[in-house]
């Protein structure tokens, strides 16, 4: 049968091994902490050095027990992310890597990511980093509007944004992503759609495009910026992605926009729930195991994490993700992408079954919030657009 009659009945088994898996590496340094950001990211004080020798060390500890606890599987992405990853040297970089090699299989076209900002580079390193191996940089551009840039606390100006681009292609990059941000505090629509041309004219593979938000425990939170008002937003936002699809970056997420073939692969398999391991101060895992999903995280301070993992007491606290709260969670990522979903993936993925959904799917079908195409479960715009209201559906 079809639409919200098909009687699907495939039953969770865990098999684990077909859930793909990927790798999330948290660099905790920044240069100097920007008012909005509420990441677990540390300004680093000024004379202190980087304690890169000891945080790898701390990084493959910190893998191993990840192994121990859930056996090995191959990798199919990694993320170095942030913070600010490209403080760390190509030395660093280096050793991290082969460390990871050392103890674990990596898919063939393993896709890795490392996030870097402008200003915290020079071009032999993006080079030294692709040599190593790294595919895929992220650059944390969010304007190229100098006073922009202030605004938000940020250590380069508009200049720095574009070389950083440049000098990733002169690297021999061709797949980076460019982060940008909107609705910064006094912009206008002009300078909104000036940012994105730029960023399009530079010629990166992916864009990702977020609206500014005011985060609690940020500066920006506790002392708010005068920021463009609701209907100049949603006019950037409209117009801004007007100019990116206009230039070939077809969204696939609410704030991903992508050239053919350049999605995240990192990305996509957090937004499917497939499994992730994450190392490093604060980070966070979620893994498919025969006992349930179990979701593990590290000590959020640098210094804690480090003389944990110093004297072998790496604390993973441990949780498992409720049965009942499986679907919910599953829905939060997946509805959005603008694709949506298969119902294989959901079953697979979650220990539902379509019939236990089924009349919750009905509910979203009648209020046109998603479509169902065969066995694709897709997001409407009015879903994507309303995402709250359609989550509040698998509640
Ligand atoms: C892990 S963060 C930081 C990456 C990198 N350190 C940087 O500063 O560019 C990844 C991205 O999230 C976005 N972001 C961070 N805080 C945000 C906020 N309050 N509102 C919207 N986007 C935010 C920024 O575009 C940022 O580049
Ligand atoms: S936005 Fe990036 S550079 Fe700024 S504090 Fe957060 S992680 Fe660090």
Not at 170 to 177: E, K, L, V
Request: charge should be negative; hydrophobic fraction near 35%; charged fraction near 20%.
């Amino acid at each position: 049968m079809n639409k919200l009659g098909q009687t699907l009945t495939v039953k969770q088994d865990v098999a684990a091994d077909a859930i793909p898996l990927s790798l999330y590496i948290h660099i905790p340094w920044c240069l100097k902490k920007c008012p909005y950001c509420d990441f677990n990211s540390h300004g680093l004080k000024s004379g202190n050095p980087l304690p890169e020798d000891a945080y790898i060390n701390a990084l493959l500890t910190d893998l191993d027990l990840e192994f121990q606890q859930s056996g090995q599987r191959p990798i199919h992405s990694i993320f170095i992310g942030g913070g600010t990853p490209s403080l760390f040297s190509a030395h660093a970089i280096a050793d991290l890597l082969s460390g990871i090699q050392a103890r674990c299989k990596l898919k063939s076209d393993v896709e890795i990511t490392l996030e870097a900002n402008p200003g915290t580079f020079e071009q032999a390193r993006f080079s030294d980093y692709r040599a190593l191996g790294i595919n895929r940089l992220s650059i944390g551009i969010q304007s190229f509007n100098s006073d922009a840039l202030k605004q938000l606390g940020r250590v380069h100006d508009g200049h720095d944004a574009i070389h950083a681009a440049e000098i990733a292609h002169r690297a021999g990059f061709d797949n980076f992503n460019l982060d940008l941000m909107f609705g910064l505090p006094g912009q206008s629509l002009q300078q909104a759609k000036a940012d994105v041309k730029t960023a399009v004219r530079l010629g990166p593979a992916h864009i990702s495009y977020y609206q500014l938000t005011l985060e609690p425990n940020t500066l920006f939170y506790v002392q708010p910026p005068i920021l463009p008002d609701d209907d100049t937003i949603w006019t950037i936002q409209e117009q801004g992605q007007a100019l990116l699809a206009e230039a070939g970056y077809q969204q696939y997420e609410i704030s991903a926009y992508a050239q053919p073939e350049k999605k995240c692969q990192h990305n996509l398999n957090y937004w499917l729930f497939g499994d992730y391991i994450g190392i490093g101060a604060g980070a966070h895992g979620k893994v498919t195991t025969p006992d349930g999903i179990i979701r593990r995280s590290k000590v959020r301070h640098p210094n804690d994490y480090l003389r944990q993992a110093a004297d072998d007491t790496l604390i993973q606290t441990e949780s498992v993700i409720p049965r009942e709260s499986q679907c919910l969670e599953f829905m939060m990522n997946a509805l959005r992408l603008t694709k949506g979903f298969t119902t294989e993936t959901l079953t697979q993925r979650t220990q539902m079954t379509l019939e236990a959904i089924q009349p919750r799917l009905k509910t979203a079908l009648n209020q046109e919030l998603i479509n169902i195409d065969g066995k694709k479960i897709v997001p409407t715009r009015t879903g994507s657009l309303f995402l709250n209201d359609l989550l509040s559906i698998f509640m």
